[in-house]
């Protein structure tokens, strides 16, 4: 007995209704599509790959040279927010804007009133820091 064509799909009968330009544009989509999930997929295997190299370099560093590596850092956090603070601050003030704009809309962004008085900016030699000039 001959074997019975198998019925065309519903995504084969979609692209026999589509014009030739249609049909680039539906390849272009699809090609986009699948480049996303590619790049996403690269991304997850090249981060836990990064993960399970720095678990193991830091599986051979020992407490005492972690300590003072964690200090260092802690310093050149501090120094670089001290040194940036202003730029720092401005840009959260606008970001505090923008969040309350896309919350409650554009209305909202216009009208948004910024932070008043005295914020803690930092700690240089144990004593804490206060800027009245800031206004965030």
Known sequence: MPRR????TRRQL????????EKVAERKIQAAKAARLRRQENSVKYNAAARERMAKQQAGVLDSEKKPEAE??????????LKNRETILEKAKWKRANNAGAKHGEAAFWSHRFRKGKRHV?????????????ST
């Not at 064509?5 to 065309?8: F, G, L, N, V, Y």
């Open 122 to 134: 930092g700690v240089l030699d144990g004593n804490i820091q206060t800027d009245s000039l800031c």
């Open 5 to 8: 064509a198998a019925s065309p």
């Open 72 to 81: 260092n850092r802690k310093a050149s956090a501090t120094r670089y927010y």
């Open 14 to 21: 979609k692209l026999k209704a589509m014009s030739k330009d």
